[in-house]
């Protein structure tokens, strides 16, 4: 049997999402920017587009940028609010230790650059403290920067509530709700942020395509510079194909979302129930605040490198956390943020699901990992010393 269990790193594009964007590339080819017919009905579409990705973010479709994904636009938005800072001599940016790398590795950039970086703490269950955001604000406080649900052990961040004390305090909020979007219910409003990223790719879109909301009124400064395009926030030609194809996924993720998350919890929960009879192994994150399709584990005495190729050689394809490092060999940063020490970070394993996924497939993929732990482990000399007493257990 086959099992694709990673679609945290990627989705199949849905057949309705692949149909909207081949007839997009048929029939409207031409450039939106151009002043013909052919480019005015694709100027048509490319401005729909933005209506309806709006609508389902509670946004106005004057705050809809379309970029090539979520990097990009988390870049945008970081990069912005910090040039804005610096203006006004702000160079504070508070965020949390569990952030995506396109977040934290922007944030090394901002901090060569002289920027004030804090990174705040998360509890042993991956939630960052709401009273820990409102301690660190300060006067000098340029942005602040909280995923809404993290990409790899799945924890659904408290963003409400901070971006309530941001409002309060008129301090530019930014959230990465890459792997939200799709899959829990986001409300531009609700959250009270000036900036979110999102990416196709996610929920059944297209890769290369994503989007940017910005608040209007907030700053927002090129990445890009060239053409016109995006409001000239964003230069270059849009992929009106790839935008066509990323609302359509958008629209239908989000069409059903309360029964769709309920069928994927099942299958993440049944999942987290047959892993827990493994000896020595922990599940990372929170149980219930969540992402519906999340499981994530480490199993004491075994490699993840090991764990995944095995897998893959029984039909299962999973990972040991995010895909932007997955060629790291340093144990996940966000492992390590929640307690986990070096040798049982290394022993990870990420298993996402969505709607497309079965019963029969997660009964196939407990009895497979539990085939495999015990493989791996039957050769491992760490777990030999555990078991001699050589070491100590930690799980």
């Known amino acids: 049997m086959k099992v694709y269990a990673d679609n945290a790193a990627t989705t199949k594009v849905r057949p309705e999402a692949l149909e909207a964007y081949v007839k997009t590339s048929e029939t409207l080819f031409g450039n939106p920017s151009s002043l013909h017919s052919e480019g005015q009905r694709a100027k048509e579409l490319l401005e729909d587009c933005r209506a309806r990705v709006a609508a389902v973010l509670g946004a106005d479709p004057r705050e809809i940028y379309f970029t090539s994904g979520g990097s990009e636009a988390d870049n945008q938005a970081i990069l912005s609010a910090a040039r804005a800072g610096f203006s006004k001599g702000k160079k504070k940016i508070i965020s949390t230790a569990i952030e995506h790398h396109a977040v934290l590795h922007t944030l090394e950039k901002l901090k060569k650059e002289g920027f004030e970086i804090v990174l705040l703490p998360v509890d042993g269950s991956g939630i960052v403290k709401v009273a820990d955001a409102e301690a660190a604000m300060t006067d000098d406080t340029c942005l602040v920067s ?18 309530a ?4 305090r008129g301090i530019p909020f930014h959230t990465d709700a890459v792997q939200a979007v799709g899959h829990i219910p986001v409300d531009v409003k609700k959250f009270g942020c000036d ?12 890769r290369g395509i994503g989007a940017l909301y910005c ?13 016109a395009q995006e409001k000239g926030k964003r230069a ?6 790839a935008i066509s194809a990323m609302t359509v996924a958008l629209e239908l993720a989000v069409q059903n979302l309360p029964q769709t998350a309920k069928y994927v919890q099942t299958l993440r929960d049944f999942v987290i129930d047959g ?21 994530s584990f480490c199993f004491e005495g075994v490699e993840g490198e090991a764990l995944l ?16 490092t997955s060629g790291s060999l340093d144990p996940s940063h966000v492992l390590l943020a929640i307690g986990r020490v070096h040798d049982v970070a290394h022993g990870s394993l990420r298993l996402t699901f969505n709607e497309n996924n079965t019963p029969e497939e997660m009964r196939y993929l407990v009895d497979a990992v539990k085939t495999v732990v015990a493989k791996v482990r039957a050769f491992s000399p760490v777990w030999r010393d555990l078991q001699e007493g050589k070491r100590q257990f930690i799980l």
């Open 195 to 206: 900036y979110l990223a999102l990416s196709a790719h996610k929920f059944e879109g297209p």
């Open 215 to 227: 608040r209007r009124g907030a700053p927002l400064f090129n990445l890009v510079e060239g053409g």
């Open 275 to 295: 892993l827990s009879t493994i000896p020595h192994c922990a599940l990372n994150g929170d149980r219930n605040k969540r992402l519906a399709g999340n499981v």
């Open 165 to 168: 004390l941001c409002r309060a």
């Open 146 to 163: 909280v995923m809404t649900a993290n990409n790899e052990i799945g924890t659904i961040q408290p963003v409400e509530e901070i971006g």
């Open 236 to 241: 270059g030609t849009e992929d009106l194909p």
């Open 309 to 324: 190729l095995y897998l893959d050689d029984l039909g299962v394809c999973a990972s040991s956390g995010s895909a932007c």
